[in-house]
């Protein structure tokens, strides 16, 4: 696991890397679009990009605090949950629609 965030050290240190995790990076939004699509919430790149940041977050503290890194599952829930529900709120393809 930190060695995926140290490439994404490396790739701001060195820009010859970034190629590599802008790939990496589209790969993994792709993914996460379909995953959150099939779980019924928002399954737009900006939504696959939030959660990801969010899930980031979470096990970047974990790991710097010593916690396993499962511990960032809660923070996943959590954003999920509040995007499926913003999903049911909103009309399908009107204003303010989330998906």
């Given at each position: 696991l930190l060695t995926v965030?140290?490439?994404y050290l490396g790739a701001?240190?060195?820009p010859a890397l970034r190629p590599v995790v802008i790939r990496y990076d589209?790969?993994?939004?792709?993914?996460l679009a379909q995953v959150l699509r099939r779980g019924g919430a928002p399954?737009?790149?900006a939504t696959a990009r939030l959660v990801l940041a969010v899930v980031d977050g979470a096990l970047l503290?974990?790991?710097a605090e010593g916690e396993p890194p499962a511990s960032a599952l809660d923070a996943l829930r959590h954003v999920v949950g509040?995007?499926?529900?913003a999903a049911a709120l909103s009309p399908?393809?009107?204003p303010g629609s989330v998906r």
């Open positions: 965030y140290e490439r701001a240190r060195h589209a790969e993994l939004d792709a993914l399954a737009t790149t503290r974990a790991l509040v995007l499926t529900a399908a393809g009107g």
